[in-house]
């Protein structure tokens, strides 16, 4: 399938995109038995007669894997139903070693639910709706591009949990899909279910899309486009898409329901095989599982794990702290980072100087060291006063930085390490004339052509006296002080 331009080609015609996206729920073992589900093992190493498919192995549900996919589901909004039952999805693939998945069908888990991926012009939130969220075992793992001559099958990954969580078709643009799956992602993240993590294929992403002409209901005949590990590939993927189906209804052509594959080094879209239907999967109750009873108290214990989550903590930064959307954004990329900003807010006095920290300074320094932001040796409190120092002008801005480079090697109080090191700001007045008069002497001419009017050499004068007091003298008073002798 060649990567077909978007341009005119698209006009008159509206995107529906719906997605469908599988998470890899964080338990320590597989959803219906005991092995390991730890990523990078030895092939077929994190393998049993269950997850095998022998015959005579009886699957097992895992209490952790129910616990984490309830919690994900409150954490979308959804209502997770007291009864939901397992059945048995029934296609061939190698890397399905049962020939069946055990998922869920007509009795999902969990249903309607949203998630807020902005405002509206209108000041309203921009809302997706969750359709259903529902427990399925993963599949095995087909390898492809290692061997020259033959494909492999590595099963490590078989009987991994997932819940699969499936959009309304609301979203009309490429933009918006990468949106709701970056937004669900950062909820997955912050409730702790998934470590999300979309290059070990903890979270993937299947794209259903259809075209229809503007202004119209129905839904067109709809493309799936399977396995997008990346934000950029659910850009690129659609974008291509939506340009192809746009260009065969233009031409009079027919849309096929088809499963499609996109090629990231390609940049192209291409068929699959033809789209299953339900009906092709021969759904039915798997007899070696009874349904699935979650009770109101365990609905409840998962509700009281909840933390406050994204969106809310997005309008509460706005209100509280002031901060720009695109502030607010990067600091709410992860949980950790959030947690850590609010502490060295609340011990800085100071939410704006903090956030600069945080986003600047801080992570500059925990992605050149390689570790992880809890890891960090400037505590809370430490950073909280060294910024507190700052914003009094006890220290520059400077200074500041050089003291945060000390803080990571030892553990001093800021003001303590500031007075060792000399970068105390002087804001004595007779201190500060006595240097402004050292630099004034030394260079007589700058001196003369500033006093008699040529205000541009004060810049240059006030460099001359900060090097002179080694970055200690208060560069504001020195422009004062300055500015006065020039009248």
């Not at 659910?234 to 088809?258: K, M, N, T, Y």
């Not at 702290?321 to 850590?340: M, N, V």
Request: charged content about 25%; some cysteine.
């Amino acid at each position: 399938m060649t990567t077909t331009n978007r341009s005119t080609v698209t006009d008159g015609w509206e995107l529906v995109i719906g997605l469908e996206v599988h998470c890899q729920l964080r338990t320590r073992s597989k959803i219906f038995c005991g092995c390991a589900t730890s990523f990078g093992e030895a092939p077929n190493t994190n393998t049993c007669p269950v997850c095998l498919g022998l015959p005579g192995a009886l699957p097992v549900l895992n209490g952790e894997a129910v616990a984490l996919a309830t919690r994900a589901s409150l954490a979308l909004g959804c209502t997770v139903h007291e009864v939901s039952v397992f059945a048995r999805k029934n296609y061939f693939y190698p890397d399905l070693p049962k020939g069946y998945q055990i998922s869920q069908f007509d009795r999902p888990l969990a249903t309607a639910g949203q998630i807020v991926i902005g405002a509206r012009a209108d000041g309203s939130a921009h809302a997706i709706r969750v359709h259903r969220v529902h427990m399925e075992e993963d599949a095995g793992k087909s390898v492809h591009d290692r061997f020259a001559d033959y494909s492999a099958i590595d099963l490590n990954r078989a009987g991994t949990p997932l819940v699969e969580i499936v959009s309304e078709p609301d979203m009309r643009s490429a933009a918006e899909a990468s949106t709701y799956a970056r937004r669900l992602k950062q909820i997955l993240e912050y409730v702790e279910v998934s470590d999300a993590n979309m290059e070990e294929g903890s979270l993937r992403v299947d794209v259903n899309i259809s075209v229809r002409r503007q202004g119209e209901s129905a839904l067109g005949t709809k493309t799936e486009i399977k396995n997008l590990n990346s934000f950029s590939a659910i850009d690129r993927a659609v974008e291509i898409e939506f340009a192809r189906q746009c260009e065969v209804l233009s031409s009079g052509g027919v849309i096929e329901q088809q499963t499609m594959l996109y090629d990231d080094k390609r940049n192209q879209v291409r068929p699959a095989r033809s789209k299953e239907g339900s009906h092709d999967y021969r759904y039915f109750p798997d007899p070696d599982l009874p349904p699935l009873v979650v009770q109101a108290s365990a609905r409840s214990r998962q509700l009281d794990l909840l933390p406050e989550l994204p969106e809310a903590r997005r309008q509460r930064f706005a209100s509280q702290f002031g901060l720009a959307d695109s502030e607010i954004e990067q600091l709410l990329a992860t949980r950790t980072l959030a947690d850590r900003f609010e502490a060295v807010a609340a011990a800085s006095a100071d939410a704006k100087r903090a956030s600069n920290w945080m986003l600047g300074t801080v992570l500059a320094s925990v992605n050149a060291a390689g570790t992880a932001l809890a890891d960090h040796p400037v505590s809370v409190e430490r950073l909280g006063a060294l910024i507190r120092l700052e914003a009094a002008g006890d220290v520059s801005n400077t200074a500041a930085r050089q003291l945060f480079s000390l803080l990571e090697r030892e553990d001093a109080d800021p003001r303590a390490l500031a007075e060792r090191e000399g970068v105390l700001q002087v804001r004595d007045d007779s201190a500060l004339v006595a240097w402004i008069d050292e630099v004034l002497s030394e260079n007589p001419q700058e001196a003369a052509r500033f006093l008699a009017g040529e205000r541009k050499l004060q810049g240059v004068l006030v460099g001359l006296v900060m090097k002179k007091s080694k970055g200690s003298a208060d560069p504001k008073k020195v422009n004062q002080l300055l500015g006065a002798r020039a009248g």
